[in-house]
Each structure stands twice: as C-alpha cells, then as structure tokens.
C-alpha cells in the first residue's frame, strides 16, 4: 500500500491530496474488524509480510511533469521487487504514472475503471495532465489492451469520441440494469482504478466533482466481488483515487477525529479491494 499526496491537476476544487492518511485511519479504526466479506484477514496478512504499508510518497504537490516521474519510480520499484500496488491517491492524474510502470511490467493488460466521468479528454484547459485526462494519455501510450468504465453518468461528444477512438467499453449508469459483469469474460493482467464519485454522493460526499444518480456502495462492492473476486484471475493492481476531505461530512471529519462518511466508505472499499488482491483467505 502506498498513498501519494498529489492533486496538484484537479480542476474545480483541491483537497485529494490530504486524502491518505483519512483512508488509512478509517481502514484500521477500531470500528470495524480486520476480515473482509471474503473472509480474508488483512491483519493476518500485514503479520505475514504479505501485506505491505509503504507509507506516502514525498511529492512536490505542484502542477508538472515532476509528479509523473516521481509516481511512475515509487510504482517501478514496488513492481521490480516482485510486489504488487494498492495505491491510495491523489487525483485521478496519479493513475497515467501508475500505469506507465505497470504497463512495462504486465504486457496485455485490461484496466476496470469505475467513475462518473470518462477522464478520457484529449486536454482539459490546456492541461494534458488534468485528472479529467489520463485515461487518453494512458491509451494513447498503449498501457493497455482493454479498458472498461463502469458508472459513466456525464458521457458528452468529446468523450464519445474518444471512446470511440480507443474502443472503450462503456457501461454507463443508465444501461447498469442490464448489466452482466460475467460477460466481460475478463482475461490476463487486470488493473482496477475506482474514483469515489462512481458513487452517488448520498453515499460518498465527500468528494470534489459530485454527479448524483451513481451507485450505492453495495452495488460497488458487489460489482467488485463479482469482477475480480475469480482466484483464476490475475488482478495485479488498484488505485482508489479523488476523496476529498475538505467536503466530507460526519462528526470528526477533520484530521484528529473519527473518519469522516466518505473516508468510512473508502476504508471500507480498500478492505475489500486489497482482499481480492491478496486471493482466498
């Protein structure tokens, strides 16, 4: 686990940077207990070494092509010891560098990508690295084969056509009825990359960019066990990106207090991610 500090390409409002140690509070609060709905104990797995706390990586919070250098090392050197990545953002920006490492690493790689939005704009005000961006800058390099979105509520023609340039396979929120996960038949390497606002913000307010009509977070996780809970697959890798604290609401929001709602649903969803990272218990 590591969580990078960087939010230096938001638009509209800042604040995910301040985002990884919250989720961490809430992930190990003493509210819940250690064991995921798979029945994997991820305390257990933290006293076995197989579950790693890197803590956050020092990075200039600055506007720049210094923070994708710094993200894409701190993600190289985890992946050429042989480890794998839950990364804790951060921005949506963080995920282009991630996978810039990861892509070298895992040839034929699928990305699952939940979120309101595509982030797939060829720029964003000018700005190539906008967190509305990586997903072009990661299919235009060729880091993946496939990439699926689940969630997309905002789909407007500069993104349809960008969707259709990189054939993107979309389940937006209005076609989520007939939605059939097991359809994906995913295959080889999988990346997962979840940006809270895929929920609807009656669940996660906590964030920057609210977009009403988005999942519960049962349907989220139920999602996430269905696409990646297969021990026949190979998933190798997640971000949990754009929480944002300056919004978040819940007695002890602040950074001495209990964790906020939406840092609460976000240690939860990282339980069950790293869970199905780390296989049957």
């Known amino acids: 686990m590591i969580g990078l500090p960087w939010d230096a390409h938001s638009t509209h409002l800042r604040g995910p940077a301040q985002a990884p140690p919250l989720i961490r509070r809430a992930f190990h609060s003493d509210a819940g207990n250690s064991t995921t709905e798979r029945k994997v104990d991820l305390a257990a797995a933290a006293d076995q070494g197989r579950l790693i706390d890197a803590g956050d990586l020092e990075i200039d919070n600055r506007k720049g092509p210094h923070g994708v250098e710094a993200i894409e090392g701190a993600i190289q050197k985890i992946l050429d010891q042989g480890q794998r990545a839950f990364v804790l953002g951060g921005d949506h920006t963080v995920s282009y560098p991630i996978l810039r490492a990861y892509g070298s690493h895992f040839p034929g790689l699928t990305i699952v990508h939940f979120d309101a939005h595509c982030d797939l704009y060829p720029d964003f005000e000018g700005d190539l690295l906008s967190h509305a961006c990586p997903f072009a800058r990661i ?143």
């Open 139 to 281: 299919m235009e390099e060729g880091l993946a084969t496939r990439l699926i979105q689940i969630g997309i509520r905002t789909l407007n023609r500069i993104q349809q056509q960008q969707v259709d340039r990189f054939g993107v396979e979309l389940v937006e929120m209005s076609d989520l009825k007939s939605f059939d996960p097991t359809a994906l038949n995913l295959q080889g390497p999988v990346y997962l990359s979840f940006d809270l606002d895929a929920l609807d913000p009656a669940f996660a307010p906590g964030i920057s960019h609210r977009e009403p009509g988005g999942l519960s977070s049962r349907q989220a996780i139920d999602y996430l066990h269905e696409l990646l809970g297969r021990p026949e697959l190979d998933f190798v890798g997640a971000d949990l990106v754009e929480y944002n604290p300056t919004q978040d609401v819940g007695a002890g929001a602040g950074p001495d207090g209990e964790p906020g709602v939406t840092a609460t649903v976000a240690g939860k969803l990282m339980k069950e991610i790293v869970g199905l990272m780390l296989g049957t218990p």
